[in-house]
């Protein structure tokens, strides 16, 4: 199994503009975590997903922030517009429902927002 | 609300040294107890789990005993190598929200040769 997907691995706009995020989990896996990684906040949890339907979304920052998960395998993180505020490592993660608790992790998209 | 305390980084040892990363947590209930490892460039990896109050979660060498009493859950490893070189986060699920994983801010570790 290839793991955890996500592109572009390295992401450098300028404010104001849209970025999209996307990510493939591992096939058959069931819950799709997205997180954000930065030196002040540590990691902390965006939004996740149980069988593509949004279950906890409490995490996301504003209105700027969108997520979504079309199929069981492919979902996206969009920032429009974006702030250099949202300079961080974004990871994608996903599990199974019988050990959902065992997330397998991406290996992140570091956005730069100038 | 639920969180994780680790302590600060960086931490620095020589080989064959013995490692202790502090961890402490505020829950309700009882949480699942984690230790995940990020090494450089990468996404993070479970590296050992605990599920219950002394429950010893192991792995690669490292040991964590989930300890209700001191709502602690120190990760520790006899003899540490080069390639342990990593950030190591603490983290709990808690029991009310199953689904969810709570991170502490990460530890870096630098083993020298």
């Known amino acids: 199994d290839a793991g955890v997907i996500q592109s572009p691995r390295h992401e450098v706009t300028e404010m104001g503009q849209e970025v999209t995020l996307r990510c493939k989990p591992i096939?058959?896996?069931?819950?799709l975590f997205w997180y954000r990684q930065t030196m002040m906040r540590g990691l902390e949890l965006l939004i996740y997903?149980?069988?593509?339907?949004?279950?906890?979304d409490s995490g996301m920052p504003e209105d700027r922030f969108s997520a979504k998960m079309p199929n069981a395998s492919f979902s996206t993180l969009k920032i429009q517009p974006s702030e250099p505020r949202d300079s961080a490592v974004y990871f994608c993660?996903?599990?199974?429902?019988?050990?959902?608790?065992?997330?397998?992790f991406g290996p992140g998209t570091r956005l730069t927002v100038l | 609300g639920d969180s994780v305390t680790q302590m600060e980084g960086p931490v620095t040892l020589s080989e064959e040294a013995f490692l202790t990363i502090n961890c402490t947590y505020t829950a309700t209930g009882y949480p699942s107890l984690f230790w995940y490892v990020q090494y450089p460039g990468e996404g993070l990896q479970l590296l050992l789990k605990a599920t219950k109050a002394d429950d010893k979660g192991s792995n690669k060498g490292f040991e964590a005993t989930y300890r209700k009493e001191t709502t602690s859950f120190h990760l520790e490893k006899g003899s540490v190598q080069v390639s342990d070189s990593a950030v190591y986060f603490c983290?709990?699920?808690?029991?009310?929200?199953?689904?969810?994983?709570?991170f502490g801010s990460g530890t870096r570790l630098s083993i020298r040769p």
């Open positions: 096939s058959g896996h069931d819950y």
């Open positions: 997903f149980n069988n593509n339907v949004p279950i906890d």
């Open positions: 983290a709990l699920s808690p029991y009310s929200s199953a689904s969810k994983i709570i």
């Open positions: 993660a996903s599990s199974q429902l019988r050990d959902f608790l065992l997330q397998f």
